[in-house]
Nanobody, 116 residues
Framework: QVQLVESGGGLVQPGGSLTLSCVAS????????MGWYRQAPGKERELVAS???????NYADSVKGRFTISRGNTKNTVYLQMNSLKPEDTAVFYC??????????WGKGTLVTVSS
């Protein structure tokens, strides 16, 4: 069984930066895709960014130029560097992974609050 564990959330002022980390543990499989989703209060969960096993990336328009996704050397980790944070970035951020059978895995989420 695979578990995804996020870390790095917290409170940050507008314009600040945070880095989220996600580590997969358990029965490690080869992930076709890893990424981050977020869900703000009263809103649906949305894709923030994803990175594919061959290196391609995908970003939501709202975070392009501010967020950077990357995978660790062990390939079972994924990071999200978030710069120039805005109050509207406040949300619970979820780590997501998809294996080569297109099965989806989810972390439990980490809260990011952008406020002065």
């Amino acid at each position: 069984q695979v578990q995804l564990v996020e870390s790095g959330g917290g409170l940050v002022q507008p314009g600040g930066s945070l880095t989220l980390s996600c580590v997969a543990s358990g029965s490690i499989v080869s992930f076709y895709e890893m990424g981050w989703y977020r869900q703000a209060p009263g809103k649906e969960r949305e894709l923030v960014a994803s990175v594919f096993s061959r290196g391609g990336t995908n970003y939501a328009d709202s975070v392009k130029g501010r967020f950077t996704i990357s995978r660790g050397n062990t390939k079972n980790t994924v990071y999200l560097q978030m710069n120039s944070l805005k109050p509207e970035d406040t949300a619970v951020f979820y780590c997501h992974a998809k294996d080569n059978t297109y099965f989806n895995y989810w972390g439990k989420g980490t809260l990011v609050t952008v406020s002065s």
